[in-house]
């Protein structure tokens, strides 16, 4: 119902409020929308969600393709004017030349303005599975001669941005499993707490306190140095995940625990008692939508910590590891001020990184407000 | 009164303890003993040690008990003679290589504190106040990227602009002209220069973070019913302002102090390591890759056991500025 | 010569929300006036208007609502005179009423002081700041305002918290923040309701004997009518956003003429009720909240004499006879001669 009339007041735009008759999911929904950069995030979020499903079609190339070409190449802009100012309706990206350094006697590619690549769509290009099933071989764009590559390549020629793309997936599926693991931890740990009280809630909340007051990213640190390095890329993919939630649960247990002790004792769930209403309805009536909204704020908020510890471990290579291809792996390849001096742009996988968790900090805060209705 | 601060130094006693333990088992995670590694890092300079001579080395150094007799060992020779053991990637004591590496952490750490407390405070403040003005959206933006850039890559960016357009090195303390010079004047300013970056990278989120607490700290005591009864009794608004809500907010965010020297501690070593600082940062991540676990665990214990005392104080920052508290 | 002019005239005090552009009206056309010495007590239902228009008085409306239309005339006892509609939230001007010529003291004694400053500096404020006094002194005078207010050991308590003391203690020294400059109105918004019942006694006599003793006018904002029969000198009844009758306590409570005053007096539980088998009579229905008050004349839906012809579709006539006056259509039959 609640669901059926939020929709039907979206199409009213103009229908006066009433906070007074509202559900309170309404209300949160009303609240959420207000926030804009909360529905930017959402957007964001979508776009993302695209990668993550489309990577293959969405790149031009295969992650692994290495283009001899066009190595340590800088990113090619596509362009709408040519050098002479003229309009094309189909964008372009000039031309590079390999040229023999003569000085370094290194290989090096220089702009061709003169000639166009001319940027297609839905081209042909390397074969590949979607969702690993449907063999197709379209890619979202292309050139059908020369080569693009809109964020360079790096040192070994391979194509920055399909493999950013690429990342997607792994980045945010570690943050999502993780965020997965530590809140099915939090929600057992936090409820068994709240639940049975007493000694065990007292046990759990010293191990909390404990673990909040030492630095955890050098704990990290240390347990991903401590995997073994004969593992192989997968194992190493779970167990870092695994490490990472393991940290992450803290925050949800004690909103849990807190949650639950404070609204038990509550007014309306006494009322709620003595009119007659069972245990599960309680529960599911009354104490669940009284605290899931702060339970989804928290995971908004464990989502980018998470993201940003596998970013940081894999940059300094003790997270994930090739052949795996995160944001942090790649960026990997920008450890030191040398390599960063020659190829700024393999800082890019950062930039997409930064726009993750701004989506979701976005999303969180939007979640925050709405999840607290009735305040200002 | 005092019955808290006795159960404040009994929990640290503890939470110390605990920590001990934890940075041991983290030691012993390391696969491979110190005996193993020894045998094989031999082996590959072309030395032949036999597995008698590995089994030898093992019972000589008591990697043959059982952990919590190695435990005790490790940490009554920490506490009673201040031995750390030995890191044998620097071939010298741990503690040695620790201590002259450990004043610039805490200088960094500490100099990040303040720079963070001194623009939160205000900013935050500033936001409350004028909230939803340009200018409040204009922190929010920089709090929200400050809070999403990785410091690592904030580093990397700093360093490689610092390079590009004024052409200095920003890795090290030094400028390379000042880098033997006997102090003056100079080279302090030098120094200072040089410190201002790992800084500002590593108290970005914080600062970021705390601007949001205090200005939703602030907000929050603004709506208060104390706040519109000192108002009737006829405060401006300045004074107002002064003397409850942002002295209200200063209680949370002094109570802060202890996870804000956390974050630091955690981020430091990273910074360090890519700014390639003469600090413990490229200390224990070096240990780390090269499982030189003597000196990781002992830095771990370092880094916990200063949030540790950090927490402590700031506790007691918090009984100083609320008397809630201390009439407990 | 005439009488001395009132301390308050409200005249046509409306009050509104502002929310996305559209205006909604909180409480319309309300008037009073209070005398020098005199106590008025506001009374209605929790949603009335009543508490909001207390603030208005002082410019204290939070932000999302302003006053629309009026005049809030006061004229303290030392020759000052001022609208306060028209000085606006902030500046010197307010400031220098708030405090000073009128005084507050609002419903929770709990959360009207800060925490983390001692009661005395609390009060002692006050004067620093309207009087330019020295710290000294100021303490000095907040120390005479505690032993006024009957709290024990008045120097000691200067420099205790307010969590040291309790809700009655607390509502004391509220009471002597707000009398310390010797206030020409002091406004009281629910000052007893969360309080327990003993101590409501000991507040309400206390404010009666202070009244004697500064001689300042009380605006008594309350919806407890045995509170209004002990303290009051004249009432006015609110409904709705709207003042629907006013007039002197004792003829009120006689004769009341508006249709809600009567039910609400019904609704009082009084002692004998028992052995006179009178049964208490609940007002049917609820108070309508803001976004849907009702056209015309606001109690009509619950009205048992509404005429639904002329009330739903028109404001009440307003029938005066001496102080005693009704907006109500049966106002002039039903006013006592």
Not at chain 2, 1 to 9: E, N, V, W
């Amino acid at each position: 119902m609640a669901v059926l009339d939020t929709f039907g007041l979206l199409k009213r735009k103009k229908a006066v409020r009433r906070p007074d008759l509202a559900t309170q999911w309404q209300l949160m929904w009303w609240k959420f929308k207000q926030h804009r950069l909360a529905m930017v995030g959402m957007a964001l979020l979508g776009l993302f969600g695209l990668c993550v499903l489309f990577a293959e079609a969405i790149s031009p190339y295969a992650p692994g393709e290495r283009d001899t070409k066009y190595v340590t190449g800088s990113p090619m802009m596509p362009h709408f004017f040519d050098a002479e100012g003229n309009f094309h309706l189909r964008p372009f990206v000039y031309a590079r030349k390999a040229e023999r350094d003569l000085v370094t006697l290194r290989m090096k590619s220089t702009v061709d303005t003169s000639q166009h690549w001319e940027i297609e769509f839905f081209v042909r290009g390397s074969p590949y599975k979607l969702f690993g099933l449907i063999p197709m071989d379209i890619h979202l764009f292309g050139t059908r001669e020369g080569f693009i590559h809109l964020f360079g390549t790096d040192f070994t020629g391979l194509d920055l941005f399909s493999r950013t793309i690429h990342a997607c997936r792994a980045s945010l599926g570690v943050a999502f499993v993780g965020v997965v693991i530590s809140f099915l931890l939090g929600a057992a740990i936090g409820g068994a707490a709240g639940y049975f009280g007493g000694t065990l809630d007292n046990i759990v909340m010293r191990v909390i306190e404990f673990i909040r007051s030492i630095p955890t990213l050098p704990l990290w640190l240390a347990l991903a140095a401590a995997l073994p390095r004969e593992w192989g890329a997968l194992a190493t993919y779970l167990a870092v995940t695994i490490i990472l939630s393991l940290l992450g649960w803290t925050w949800l247990a004690r909103t849990v625990r807190s949650k639950l002790l404070a609204t038990r004792h509550e007014d309306f769930v006494l009322a709620a008692r003595l009119s007659g209403c069972s245990d599960y309805r309680i529960i599911r009536r009354h104490l669940l939508p009284s605290f899931l909204s702060y339970l989804i704020v928290d995971t908004s908020i464990a989502f980018p910590e998470i993201l940003l510890a596998e970013t940081s471990l894999s940059f300094l290579g003790l997270g994930l590891r090739e052949p795996v291809e995160s944001w942090g792996v790649l960026l990997f390849a920008a450890q030191s001020i040398r390599s960063v001096d020659q190829a700024p742009w393999l800082m890019i996988p950062g930039i997409f990184v930064i726009v993750a968790v701004l989506a979701f900090n976005f999303v969180g805060d939007g979640l925050r407000d709405a999840a607290d209705p009735y305040s200002r | 009164m005092i019955a808290y601060l006795a159960r404040r130094l009994v929990y640290m006693v503890f939470t110390l303890l605990a920590v001990s333990v934890v940075s041991f088992l983290i030691v012993q995670s390391a696969p491979g003993d110190f005996a193993e590694i020894y045998a094989a890092r031999k082996a590959a300079a072309g030395a032949i040690i036999s597995q008698a001579e590995i089994e030898n080395l093992r019972v000589s150094l008591g990697l043959d008990q059982p952990w919590h007799i190695q435990y005790w060992r490790w940490i009554s020779n920490i506490v009673l003679h201040n031995d750390w053991g030995t890191s044998w990637e620097w071939k010298r004591p741990v503690g040695e290589v620790i201590w002259e590496r450990m004043p610039l952490t805490l200088g960094i750490a500490f100099s990040t504190l303040f720079f963070m407390y001194a623009i939160s405070i205000p900013v935050g403040i500033y936001s409350a106040v004028r909230r939803y003005s340009i200018g409040d959206h204009a922190v929010s933006i920089v709090g929200y990227l400050g809070l999403a850039t990785p410091n690592f890559l904030l580093a990397l960016v700093l360093m490689y602009l610092t390079q590009k357009y004024f052409g200095q090195s920003v890795g090290g303390l030094f400028s390379p002209k000042f880098q033997n010079e006997p102090w003056s004047w100079a080279k302090l300013v030098d120094l200072l220069q040089h410190l201002a970056v790992p800084v500002i990278v590593l108290g970005m989120s914080g600062t970021a973070f705390l601007i949001r607490a205090m200005r939703a700290a602030v907000l929050d005591e603004l709506d208060k019913m104390y706040v519109l009864s000192a108002k009737a009794s006829g405060l401006s608004p300045m004074k107002l302002l002064v003397r409850y809500p942002v002295r209200m907010a200063l209680n949370p965010i002094a109570s802060t102090l202890g996870w804000r020297l956390t974050y630091v501690i955690s981020g430091a070593p990273i910074v360090g390591y890519v700014m390639a600082l003469p600090d413990t940062g490229p200390l224990f991540l070096h240990s780390l890759l090269d499982q030189d676990m003597l000196l990781a665990g002992a830095l771990i214990f370092i880094y916990c056991a200063l949030t540790i005392i950090g927490t402590l104080v700031s506790d007691l920052l918090l009984v100083a500025l609320d008397p809630r508290i201390r009439l407990e | 010569m005439n009488a001395p002019q009132p301390v308050l005239d409200v005249v046509d005090l409306s009050i509104a929300l502002g929310q996305d552009g559209a205006r909604i009206p909180i409480t319309e056309d309300v008037s009073f006036s209070i005398a020098r010495g005199e106590v008025l007590a506001l009374v209605g239902e929790s949603g009335s208007g009543k508490s909001i228009t207390a603030l208005a008085l002082m410019q204290l409306l939070s932000r999302s609502l302003f006053i629309a239309k009026g005049r809030i005339q006061l004229r303290a006892v030392d020759g000052f005179e001022a609208d306060i509609a028209a000085l606006g939230r902030d500046g010197k001007a307010i400031e220098a009423i708030r405090g000073a010529r009128m005084g507050m003291i609002f419903q929770e004694p709990m959360s009207s002081f800060s925490p983390i400053h001692t009661i005395g500096a609390q009060i002692a404020e006050v004067v620093e700041i309207h009087e330019r006094v020295s710290r000294q002194v100021a303490r000095a005078r907040a120390a005479e305002l505690l032993a006024k207010v009957g709290i024990p050991d008045p120097k000691g308590a200067l420099d205790r918290y307010p969590s040291e003391f309790s809700g009655g203690m607390r509502q004391r020294a509220m009471i002597a923040r707000a009398l310390i400059c010797s206030p020409s109105l002091l406004i009281a918004d629910e000052p007893t309701t969360a309080l327990d019942v003993t101590i409501q006694g000991q507040i309400l006599d206390l404010l009666r004997k202070l009244q004697h003793e500064f001689g300042m006018a009380i605006l008594f904002i309350t919806h407890d009518l045995g509170i209004v029969a002990q303290m009051a000198d004249r009432v006015a009844i609110m409904y709705a956003g709207r003042i629907v009758e006013s007039g002197p306590v004792g003829e009120m409570f006689r004769q009341p003429a508006h249709p809600y005053t009567r039910a609400l007096l019904a609704a009082v539980p009084r002692l004998g009720d028992l052995d006179q088998r009178r049964k208490i009579k609940p007002i049917a229905g609820s108070v309508p909240n803001i976004f849907d008050a009702p056209s015309g004349c606001r109690f009509h839906p619950r009205c048992p004499v509404a005429d639904p012809a002329r009330c739903a579709s028109q404001l009440p006539p307003v029938h005066a006879r001496g102080a005693h006056a009704v907006a109500c259509i049966h106002g002039k039959t039903e006013l006592p001669a």
